[in-house]
């Protein structure tokens, strides 16, 4: 069965530096999200991506967090200059149809 | 704003016994809510959607507007039952993003 696969599974990165999370969504959808679970915290939503642009964002998904669909298989998150706060799990889904999502395993970004 | 709430972090029970795990929302308009499942070392997904009034793996969630809940129920507990449970309300708008709350662990002991 298909499943929407990220890497990596761990990131640990200094304060202020740029990060690149990817994920590699199920090959026939075309929605993609992106989530994040502070420890201990909810899942949040980030941002979703339809037709080569971003659908709709929260206000979490500020100027340091852009997204980018560079080919036709892998969906990227990418922060420019990271803050402790931005420690978490981040998890990619994907949509055929934008109804029932399918979640990657999640990349756990440490920042220190 | 629309809200989730999961009042239990962790809820204990014994294999055979039922379950019933709480959600409350707010919202204003028309909710749609869904039951999402992690289970160990495994990824979130799907469990149900109050639209499709099915049960999947013995479980069953009611919406009840006049309390503003969305509760999980399973009769007869499993050891297998046992994840983190996490109640979500799709946010406004065409899109289906879940709203999601802060997840009831559910553990089933032998």
């Known amino acids: 069965e298909p499943e929407v696969t990220q890497t990596p599974s761990h990131q640990v990165t200094q304060m202020g530096q740029e990060v690149i999370l990817r994920c590699v969504p199920i090959?026939?959808?075309?929605?993609f999200y992106w989530y994040r679970q502070i420890l201990g915290q909810k899942v949040e939503f980030l941002v979703s991506f339809y037709n080569n642009e971003i659908s709709e964002k929260s206000e979490i998904f500020d100027d340091q967090f852009s997204v980018e669909r560079p080919d036709g298989s892998n969906f990227t998150l990418k922060i420019r200059s990271t803050k402790l706060e931005d420690s978490a799990m981040y998890f990619c889904?994907?949509?055929?149809?934008?109804?029932?999502?399918?979640f990657g395993p999640g990349t756990r970004l440490t920042v220190t | 704003a629309q809200r989730v709430t999961q009042p239990e972090k962790l809820l204990s029970v014994f294999k055979g016994a039922p379950v019933e795990l709480k959600c409350n929302y707010s919202?204003?308009?028309?909710?749609?809510l869904f039951w999402y499942v992690q289970y160990s070392r495994q990824r979130l997904q799907l469990l149900l959607r109050h639209i499709s009034r099915e049960s999947i793996k013995g479980f069953t969630a009611d919406l009840n507007k006049g309390e503003t809940s969305f509760h999980l129920k399973k009769p007869f507990a499993q050891e297998e039952d046992s994840a983190m449970y996490y109640c979500?309300?799709?946010?406004?708008?065409?899109?289906?993003?879940?709203?999601f709350g802060r997840g009831t662990s559910l553990i089933v002991h032998p």
């Open positions: 889904a994907s949509s055929a149809q934008g109804y029932e999502q399918y």
């Open positions: 979500a309300l799709k946010r406004p708008g065409g899109s289906y993003i879940p709203t």
């Open positions: 919202y204003s308009g028309s909710p749609e």
């Open positions: 090959s026939n959808h075309l929605y």
